[in-house]
C-alpha cells in the first residue's frame, strides 16, 4: 500500500537528518526506494542529492520537480515518537517530507508512464539551506531542455488537504552584507589618540534603515537587518576595527540593485565623516522567487480538481535557490499546508504524516496534466 509505505521513509528520513552536503546516507535511501521501484536514477556526477527520471511512452515535454534533501542544525523538541536520532541536528523545515512527496510522486508516475506526455525528473538537490544548493544540481545536465519546473514546501499556517499557490514573486531574493570600519585603535581613556569606529558603526545602524524608509518604493516590499556588531575585546581599548553583518531581502530587481549601491555609498560616507574608512562586502545569494502565471494557474485549477482548499499564497521575505532554476527555466513554487503548528526552523516543528499521500497525487497529477 502506497500510504503506508510513505510513511514509513518519511519516519526513516526524519529519524536521520543530515545537514546541507553531508546528506550520504538520505541519498543512498533515495536511491534504494526508487531503484527498487524500477525508477532510472540519471547518471550526474554529484556528491550529494540525485536526480531520477520517469519517461512517459506519449510525446510531450520534458519538465522537473524539485525536491530539496538538507535538514538544520537544531535540536529536536516536537516530542514525536520518530524523532531524530542524530543529536542536534533535525528536519525542522520539511525536507523529509519534501522527499517523501518527491517519492510517491516519482513512484505514481511510474506506474502509469503509459499515460505520460514526455518526461519527468525528479531532483533530489542536496544543500537548499545554504541557499546555494541549486547550483550543485545546475552543474549537471539535469536541467538540460527542461520546459518548466515545479518546486514545493511544506507550510505549517494551513492545515492538510491546503494549497496555498499564487502569480508573480512569492519570495525574496537574498543577499548578505559584511562591512568593516577601520580606525585607529587608542586607550579607552584617550579617545582623540585614535579613531573609534564604533560610533561609525553605530551610525550605520541607524542610517541603513534609510534606505528601506526614503530609498524604496513604500509598496514594493524589502528589508535591511544588521544581524551582527561585533567590536573590541576588552573593557578599557578602543579597539581598531568594528564589523557590521546582516542581510537584503527584496523582490523587486532594480530594489535589489539600489540597496547594494546605497549601502556601499552610506557606509562609505559614514566612516569618513567618522574619521575611519569602511570596506563593503557584498554577497549576492538567490534571486527572488517568481511564479509563472500559467504555472500557477494550472496549479490552482488541479487543486481544486482533487478536492483540495486553494488559498493565496503567502510571499515572504524568506528565500529558496529555486529561484536558481528559474533563470533558465519557467517554474512555479507552491506551498502545501502541512497541519498547523509551530513554524519552520524552529525544535517542535512537524509535518501531519496525514499530507503524505495525498501530496504526492496532486504532485503527480499537476505533471501529468501537460
Not at 578599557?236 to 546582516?246: D, F, K, Q, S, Y
Not at 480538481?305 to 533558465?328: A, H, I, M, N, P
Not at 507552491?334 to 498547523?340: A, L, W
Amino acid at each position: 500500500m502506497l500510504e503506508q509505505k510513505l510513511k514509513e521513509a518519511f519516519y526513516w528520513f526524519h529519524q536521520n537528518p543530515e545537514l546541507s552536503y553531508e546528506e550520504y546516507n538520505t541519498t543512498a535511501k533515495i536511491r534504494e526506494l526508487l531503484e527498487g521501484e524500477g525508477i532510472e536514477i540519471l547518471p550526474y556526477r554529484l556528491e550529494t542529492g540525485l536526480a531520477a527520471v520517469i519517461r512517459g511512452e506519449k510525446e510531450g515535454p520534458v519538465q522537473a520537480l524539485r525536491c530539496d534533501i538538507d535538514a538544520l542544525p537544531i535540536k529536536e523538541e516536537s516530542g514525536l515518537s520518530y524523532s531524530s536520532l542524530c543529536p542536534g541536528k533535525m528536519h525542522a523545515c520539511g525536507h523529509d517530507f519534501h522527499i517523501t512527496a518527491g517519492i510517491g510522486a516519482a513512484l505514481l508516475l511510474q506506474g502509469k508512464k503509459e499515460e505520460l506526455k514526455g518526461s519527468v525528473r525528479i531532483l533530489f538537490q542536496p544543500g537548499e539551506e545554504t541557499s546555494l544548493g541549486a547550483l550543485k544540481m545546475l552543474e549537471t545536465a539535469a536541467c538540460d531542455g527542461v520546459e518548466r519546473i515545479w518546486g514545493f514546501h511544506a507550510d505549517p499556517t494551513n492545515p492538510v488537504n491546503t494549497i496555498g499557490i499564487r502569480e508573480g514573486y512569492v519570495s525574496a531574493a537574498v543577499d548578505r552584507f559584511v562591512v568593516t570600519i577601520k580606525g585607529v585603535g587608542c586607550h579607552g581613556a584617550h579617545p582623540d589618540d585614535g579613531t573609534d569606529p564604533i560610533p561609525a558603526a553605530a551610525a550605520m545602524v541607524q542610517a541603513f534603515q534609510t534606505i528601506v524608509s526614503r530609498n524604496v518604493n513604500a509598496f514594493h516590499p524589502s528589508l535591511l537587518s544588521v544581524t551582527r556588531i561585533q567590536a573590541g575585546n576588552t573593557w578599557n581599548v578602543i579597539p581598531e576595527t568594528a564589523c557590521l553583518e546582516g542581510t537584503v531581502r527584496t523582490m523587486d530587481r532594480d530594489d535589489r540593485k539600489l540597496y547594494e549601491k546605497r549601502l556601499r555609498e552610506i557606509a562609505e560616507q559614514t566612516a569618513l565623516a567618522y574619521g575611519a574608512a569602511a570596506e563593503v562586502e557584498w554577497i549576492p545569494g538567490p534571486p527572488a522567487v517568481y511564479n509563472d502565471g500559467g504555472m500557477a494557474e494550472l496549479g490552482r485549477k488541479k487543486a481544486q480538481e482533487l478536492g483540495f482548499l486553494t488559498v493565496e499564497e503567502e510571499r515572504s521575505l524568506g528565500g529558496d535557490d529555486f529561484s536558481f532554476y528559474e533563470e533558465k527555466i519557467p517554474g512555479c513554487y507552491i506551498k502545501i499546508g502541512t497541519g498547523q503548528g509551530q513554524l519552520i526552523h524552529q525544535p517542535g516543528f512537524q509535518v501531519d504524516p496525514r499530507v503524505l499521500l495525498p501530496a504526492a497525487q496532486y504532485l503527480a497529477e499537476l505533471i501529468r496534466d501537460v
